[in-house]
């Protein structure tokens, strides 16, 4: 079975926060994988940069998030594209729903990882759901031959999001992402001067562990990363 | 790992319409499965054998019951127990609980199949399902060690109810049967004179097997059962 | 087709409150009608009595209840029956399910009338509910011939809760009552001193028919009850 | 009382499959139908074109399309139109939901019929729902005298989508259509190649005949269609 | 602690049926307050004016709606601004809710009190909860500095709808307002000719009143208003 | 205003854990506590005392958990009364909801916290909320003068279960208890050797402290923990 994961994040570090290591999981089993990042966060998401020095232009604060980007990809060993779409407001239409179906019709994904329908305490996120949403069904159409290019439809998950309970966010499947989690921590060193994020995804990772070994078991589980399903699973084994 | 399935029904004949495709595949895997039967529905659910002989006594329908179970599971291949609670009304007490906490303790199944927590249509299904749900808990306890034997809490799945949107039923969990539906037949046909119970579960395998393919693209479903997951899955891969 | 109301109530004056122009308007069609009134709501809801007399016995508060429910009833029309099981708190088990299971067995309504199945201001509601749930369940079977006479399901309604946003009450049937109106009034009168109730439940009347009129556009409602139904509705005619 | 059915189905054939029995009902009862299609599914659900033809142009697979719901509609006896906005994407805007408010407003159904709210499967379906709860507001209004022209509003349903479980749709009304089943058949008969579907539709109006019978006891149902309620009934009678 | 309250509501009147009572009852306690009027109602809301003349111009009845609802705010106290944004349609765009992000940012609230987010007899109201959400969102942006000014993000809350279950609208916040009910009556009368309103909503206040009592105990509460939170309370205390 | 705060745990560590600082904050503030502890958890949350000795007696069990439990309560300063129920399972019977009654009663909370009503992880949890619910209910009665002495009903929250989202635990209420999370701390090192568990809940207090920031705004909080309310809040400010 083919094993191709995209990841798609409202802005340009939220693939570090929610599914490094998912991400870096894939990888290790061989699979092919692509983030996409809808903007860069450059105006909500950017605090520190724009703390150092407020008269900043939008354009120069984008150029460093890219890079920062960039170098947690690296990291992780995934390839990376920016959309610059803006963020706060992000603006979805018509164009840049077709420009999706079109990316995700190219990369023919077997799962999609993007953010919870529902988020009352950021803009942007629903928004990249809903244009996710969307780009998915026009990329798989209806399951019959069509008047356009139609690929089988792609399993697709929530990450987590930062309230969860308040997002309506359940999660259903815990990834256990011990063997690489060295590398989530390097990735997420990129991320310019948000120490406390990475100090706060470290243990988010232990706490889902937690989780994890509670509901499993499996006492082996030191860092885990926990998301939602949004279609069944087909499959040929209840274990 | 270990595969060992545990199924839970209420009435006798539960497994074969519900779960026996699921019950063949893990079989195939090379699983060890088990069935408990609470009670053999034979007062409520054995319409066949009270039309025929409205006079008929209770314990004569109990043997015939068990006797149709028996060769339903023989043909599946699978061990099954009666437990012999009695049906409409099945009581649950503190013993009952206590009784089926001690068999999943012995058999320390990986994954439990029961049914669904809602069920306006039968009186005794979501008992079976508080029962299980509680006996469940008794033998994997809190995680740490106790006064008692502790197995690792298995997964748990509610099989399809007769009519699920009105139980709450909303399935997350596809499994391709096709490799395994003629025993699936072989089975119903020995569920005495209920051949429109054959028929709807036939076509339900069909339905669902249709939407299998819809979800996933995997064109070669022919017949499938539908689960719903009651625990996250822990898993070290996103595919 | 057979027009049979059972009204189900956990003390003797829900069916008045609740319930009083649907029974009648029921009635009106040529329906037969059956309350059952399980308790006398002789300690929580007797309030009036109890400050009268505080030293009162709880008999003697009984006969009143009793006397009282008897009067409204006859005023609607409607027979009633008391299972005096006792009140904050109600007790139920299996004998008083069993009851309750021939009660219904015998009456065979066609449509049952019972209380919210949550309601976090009254411990009894929910009891009568599930006692009712289950009861029917009971009577009506798997739907097959059986060891126990089998009734036809009946339709189940919930009626309105004092509060009904906290008890999850959703109305999906409005009754026009307004050509029976005066007689729930008058059956109201006797509900001893609580004349506070009588006004409460006058209002609640004129705002469901504000809310049906909206709904529907027949502004000739002036007095409307709120239900909710249990079970969907099976019928010929979209209309 | 006014008898006047309004179906809307995104695609030309979506009337067929979910409610061409309820539509011949309520012609065999004297009411008024008009059946509109928001577009012809041309691109996304003409599979069976596509394949015999994969050059075809669009126009031409409108014009079969077009071809094939007149028929089906002139079989059942109601009128169409055909509103041509284009599927995979369907674009929803304001002069639309104007245009849809005007058609509402000059046809003033008493019921309106279409998709249900959610779709995981057809980016379609829900902006149909979208677009006709705006429309069916914008043409009853407030209930007051107003700037416009003020409809009754109607009750509205939503008709069963093809994963119903997993589009939240809970059915709260089902149509006894054994008397016309006929009447469908023949209807499914003209929608080119898809035969499947035919059988598929067929099997679903036993299978919900089959829970309406358990639901109601009401043993001659042999067809059924399942519907969900939008709005609460306002009936003068619980029966 | 700042005590700034902002009242959003789609039609000129929104404000006084639903929260006059809370806004008198903030500037009894020395708050600042401010409401918007996205619109007039002119076309869907002002049925008596319509009523008297069917011929009169939208613009007039904006005219005598703008007077009347200067009156209520005078009455209370409270300012009042006008955006003049149409109604039955009202339209919501990008540059809208920019407007209103500015506002919020201008005015800096603690608490927001708009309609809720489901209302299926009303096309107007969902569109300004969702205008809120985001101008909320956008005004106080991530929690970390930015491009742009952050005020802190306002507490949010739902006033009551007027079919309070079929909206999901639980309340869970319920105001005393009896020492300023005399405000809120006295603004109920300047609008116009609508006197069953005025009814309708003091008979509602003392409903509302009952509830709270039954659920605090506070006997001296004779009026309120009840309204449902959208994000936590953040509190240092329990009581 | 009363200040009373009654804490219900299902095992004697449980009120620590969840609700130590809320305690700690409400003694602060001058008000009265009382922590009732249904049973030692000597059976199912015992584990490292389990595993030091295995064969150690149940009574030898309880004995240490009474002094840790006593001992962390005195350093929070809070009396605690333990009723020795029994765990996993714990059983709940009539008398015993009499005797929970009882002490409601007799306590006159102005505030009560407990278990979530849902817990996939725990059979003792659940059954405790069901418990406190009934014996609250039952002590306060139907808010009339009754058989029964009836004390005002208390406000009701559940405390954070150990996996939020699968026991649909939604915050609304955080508590900043950064004034006394030294008290907390103290208190969790009485519990055994679980010092795995104090880390836990240790970064779990900071963790709500994050959310409480990004929800209000308040950059001062340290230490949070999270609660549910189950019954609405009266008040007379919006604030």
Redesign the interface.
């Known amino acids: ?1 083919k ?1 191709k ?1 995209l990841v798609i994040g409202a802005h340009s570090a939220d693939f570090v926060w929610r599914s490094a290591g ?1 991400i870096a ?2 990888l290790e ?1 061989g ?1 092919e994988t692509l983030v996409i990042a809808l903007s860069y966060g ?7 940069l ?2 150092e020095d ?1 008269k900043r232009s ?1 354009e120069s ?1 984008k150029v460093i998030r890219h890079a920062q980007a960039q170098k947690a990809a690296d990291i992780i060993g995934t390839p990376i594209q920016f959309l610059d779409w803006g963020d ?2 992000m ?1 979805i239409n ?1 164009e840049r ?1 077709e420009q999706l179906t079109h990316i995700i019709g190219d990369f023919e994904p ?2 999609i ?1 993007t953010h919870s329908e529902k988020d ?4 942007d996120h629903p928004l990249a759901f809903q244009a996710t ?2 780009a998915r ?2 990329s ?9 290019k139609n ?3 792609p ?1 697709w ?1 929530s990450f987590e999001p ?5 997002c309506g ?8 992402i011990s ?1 690489v989690f060295e590398k989530k921590v390097a990735a997420m060193a990129f991320m310019g001067a948000q120490s406390y994020l990475k100090d ?1 995804y470290t ?2 990772a232990t ?1 889902r562990a ?9 006492k082996e ?1 030191k860092y ?1 990363e ?2 939602q ?11």
Chains 1, 2, 3, 4, 5, 6 share one sequence.
Request: charged share 20%; glycine share 6%; net charge neutral.
């Open positions: 079975m094993k994961l998912t999981k894939a089993e699979a450059e105006r909500g998401e950017s605090g520190e724009w703390k407020p939008v604060v706060y407001p603006i018509d729903v077997t799962v990882l009352p305490f950021n803009p949403q969307r069904l026009l798989s159409g209806a399951g019959v031959p069509s008047a356009f690929i089988d439809p399993v998950y930062h309230q969860p309970e308040l966010f359940v999660p259903d499947t815990f990834i256990d063997s706060y243990e988010l706490r937690n989780h994890a070994r509670r509901i499993s078991g499996k589980i885990a926990a998301h399903s949004q279609v069944p699973r087909v499959t040929n084994t209840i274990f």
